[in-house]
């Protein structure tokens, strides 16, 4: 939930990143919320680069793999699928993040 910074708690703080409740060390009764608009799209962003990121060089890995004899031009299409996805990642974090 996003909320205003007026009516947030005066001792907020920004939850680390990778998590708002990392389940190794968390407390009962410890919630973390992000308060700011800000918090939230920077939040969303992050774990968007790191989704879309991972899935395109998985999908640009196994295109590596087949068309392994033609490396040189595989090493330009692995650099375009990680362009591709940092440029939709922004974009839909962005969307998401600020919604």
Known sequence: ??????????DRKTP???????????LPGEPQYLY????AWRFTLFWTLIVFEVCHLAA??????????NWKLMFGVTLVYALLAG???LMAGSL???L
């Open 16 to 26: 680390s990143f990778p998590a708002l409740y990392w389940p190794i060390s968390v």
């Open 87 to 89: 440029i939709e990642a």
């Open 96 to 98: 998401v993040g600020l």
């Open 1 to 10: 939930m996003v909320w205003d910074v007026m009516s947030s708690p005066a």
């Open 36 to 39: 700011t608009v800000q918090d």
């Open 60 to 69: 640009s890995s196994y295109a590596f793999m087949v068309q392994w004899r």
